[in-house]
Structure formats: C-alpha cells, structure tokens
C-alpha cells in the first residue's frame, strides 16, 4: 500500500501538472472574451486563448493601440512574443534596435529579449494579433481596467 501511495504521487508530480484544470475551449469568441484597456487608457487587450480556456503551451490575444501609445521596454523570460501587424503600424525596438513595423509583417521575439513599441503620434490605430508560446505574460493585461 504504501508503495502505491509513492508511485501514485511521483506519477502526480510528473504527469498532474499538465492536466488541464479547465477544460478547453476549441473555439473562443472574440465578443466574449476578456478585455482591458492598457496603455493609460490609449490601447486595449483581448485575451482570447490561455490558461483559463485549456491552452496551456501558448496564449493569443488582440493588441490594439491609438496613436501616442506604447509599451515600454520589458522582457518576457520565459516566453517568446509573435506579432502579426493587421492594421497601422508602430515602431519597435528590439535589443536596441528601433524598426518599423506595418500591416502583414510578422514580429519574432525570443525569450530573455529586451523589445518595446511606440505608435506615433498621428498615426493610424495599431492592431496585431499577439501569440506568446510560452503563456503568462499576456495575465500582465489584467491589470487595466476591465471592458464590458
């Protein structure tokens, strides 16, 4: 018995923490998901796919950002950031090197990689689809205020 209580909490260790807490959701509306405004009130965040909907090895969501705003430079440690440009465009630095970025252009960062962005002022709304492989640092988003 007590062998099989040891070998049933090993096997727990091992296999437990990749068992989804919640089940998947395959499909998840953009109308019904989680939405912040970030930025001091000139982005949003829609926080599609995630831990809380099943997926546990990558998150998705929808940056949106008005002229003027930005992200500051920061790090993802553990995960790696993709961009895909849908509308306007921004200027990104990435390990100090400032680049623009337009719509149908993909974004690669790697994890451990310094990067921000800055949308101009004057310029037209910037929108992207934004992938972390690697999910969490899409929770960050939470801190704004929730949109109804």
């Not at 099989?4 to 096997?11: G, N």
């Not at 019904?32 to 829609?46: D, L, N, V, Y």
């Not at 950031?81 to 509308?87: G, I, W």
């Amino acid at each position: 018995m007590m062998r099989t209580s040891l070998l049933m909490a090993v096997l727990c260790v091992v296999g437990c923490a990749r068992v989804p807490t919640v089940p998947v959701r395959y499909v998840v509306s953009s109308a019904e998901a989680p939405t912040f405004r970030i930025s001091q009130g000139k982005g949003m965040a829609i926080l599609l796919t995630n831990e809380e909907t099943g997926a546990r090895a990558a998150s998705m969501g929808v940056l949106e950002l008005q002229a003027g705003a930005g992200v500051p430079e920061h790090i993802h440690a553990d995960s790696v950031e993709m961009l895909y440009v849908e509308e306007g465009g921004a200027e990104m630095t990435i390990e100090g090197q400032a680049m623009p970025v337009k719509p149908g252009d993909a974004v690669y960062i790697p994890a451990g990689v310094k990067h921000s962005a800055r949308i101009p002022e004057g310029a037209p709304s910037f929108r992207a689809v934004q992938v972390y492989v690697g999910p969490g640092p899409e929770a960050r988003f939470r801190q704004g205020e929730p949109v109804k």
